[in-house]
């Protein structure tokens, strides 16, 4: 179904007790992007996930996917999306390829069998298919579980959180998937509380903060917003992580151990 907006909210509320945690929350999605949804914790990105996927009910408000409602046909967008949650949801005890079968033939796809190999393909994971999934890495699970997202050809994929404890080399595989994805057209919300994540995959960032969404725009339109900059030089160390990467080979060089850096940019007037 072609809409204007894979994904629209508008006012929603959600309140647990006295507490609020949606205050009239406001998005638009456009078709085949990546809309990252940056908070705190408790901020609300779950629990507006949730109520995006039909597994939890608004208080206020209205809230489309797909084109349709989330309340009155929960039906048809359980049929356009698929949720990737914070953990891989994948069964260890079966290889990389039953898994796939399996929700293949759970949602009823014509021959499965193809379906998985193709996936497997897709997602560099043929050689690791005929292995149970408790000897995979936490990126490979988490491929996987992308994987199982995907069949089916969702218009919509949730990923609340996906790089939740994985380790450096994970995070990028994962990373690479998202970007792939977009390509193909998919449209990502992505939940996430790494900024770098949003700066990396994101068309579009909202920030939730107190139950609203208190901004919105590119990555560039949201910079636009910090306090003009003046110039500075300044000596950069390399961070572990890129130390880290260099070191394991995920960096196209090795990190050295000071470096003057081309000109950098801080807020007018603030502290060094």
């Given at each position: 179904?072609?809409?204007?907006?894979?994904?629209?909210?508008?006012?929603?509320?959600?309140?647990?007790?006295?507490?609020?945690?949606?205050?009239?929350?406001?998005?638009?999605?456009?078709?085949?992007?990546?809309?990252?949804?940056?908070?705190?914790?408790?901020?609300?990105?779950?629990?507006?996930?949730?109520?995006?996927?039909?597994?939890?009910?608004?208080?206020?408000?209205?809230?489309?996917?797909?084109?349709?409602?989330?309340?009155?046909?929960?039906?048809?967008?359980?049929?356009?999306?698929?949720?990737?949650?914070?953990?891989?949801?994948?069964?260890?005890?079966?290889?990389?390829?039953?898994?796939?079968?399996?929700?293949?033939?759970?949602?009823?796809?014509?021959?499965?069998?193809?379906?998985?190999?193709?996936?497997?393909?897709?997602?560099?994971?043929?050689?690791?298919?005929?292995?149970?999934?408790?000897?995979?890495?936490?990126?490979?699970?988490?491929?996987?579980?992308?994987?199982?997202?995907?069949?089916?050809?969702?218009?919509?994929?949730?990923?609340?959180?996906?790089?939740?404890?994985?380790?450096?080399?994970?995070?990028?595989?994962?990373?690479?998937?998202?970007?792939?994805?977009?390509?193909?057209?998919?449209?990502?919300?992505?939940?996430?509380?790494?900024?770098?994540?949003?700066?990396?995959?994101?068309?579009?960032?909202?920030?939730?903060?107190?139950?609203?969404?208190?901004?919105?725009?590119?990555?560039?339109?949201?910079?636009?917003?910090?306090?003009?900059?003046?110039?500075?030089?300044?000596?950069?160390?390399?961070?572990?992580?890129?130390?880290?990467?260099?070191?394991?080979?995920?960096?196209?060089?090795?990190?050295?151990?000071?470096?003057?850096?081309?000109?950098?940019?801080?807020?007018?007037?603030?502290q060094r």
């Open positions: 179904m072609t809409t204007e907006h894979a994904i629209r909210t508008v006012g929603l509320t959600k309140s647990y007790g006295d507490h609020q945690v949606l205050s009239g929350v406001d998005l638009d999605v456009v078709p085949g992007t990546v809309h990252a949804l940056l908070g705190s914790n408790g901020a609300g990105k779950t629990t507006a996930v949730r109520i995006l996927s039909t597994l939890l009910r608004a208080d206020g408000g209205s809230a489309t996917v797909d084109g349709h409602d989330v309340a009155t046909e929960a039906d048809r967008v359980r049929a356009s999306i698929s949720l990737t949650g914070q953990f891989a949801a994948v069964d260890e005890v079966l290889t990389g390829r039953e898994n796939l079968v399996l929700v293949g033939r759970l949602r009823r796809v014509a021959d499965a069998g193809a379906v998985a190999d193709g996936l497997l393909t897709r997602f560099d994971l043929v050689e690791a298919g005929g292995r149970k999934v408790s000897t995979y890495s936490g990126g490979m699970k988490r491929r996987l579980d992308i994987a199982m997202s995907l069949i089916g050809d969702p218009a919509v994929l949730f990923l609340d959180e996906p790089t939740t404890g994985l380790d450096p080399q994970a995070r990028i595989e994962v990373w690479r998937t998202v970007k792939e994805l977009a390509g193909r057209g998919t449209t990502v919300l992505l939940t996430t509380q790494y900024l770098e994540e949003a700066e990396q995959l994101a068309d579009r960032i909202s920030i939730l903060h107190e139950g609203r969404i208190i901004a919105e725009g590119t990555l560039a339109e949201l910079k636009r917003l910090f306090p003009p900059a003046t110039v500075e030089y300044v000596e950069k160390q390399p961070s572990l992580e890129e130390v880290f990467l260099a070191i394991v080979g995920h960096s196209p060089a090795a990190p050295a151990a000071s470096a003057p850096t081309a000109p950098t940019t801080t807020p007018e007037g603030a």
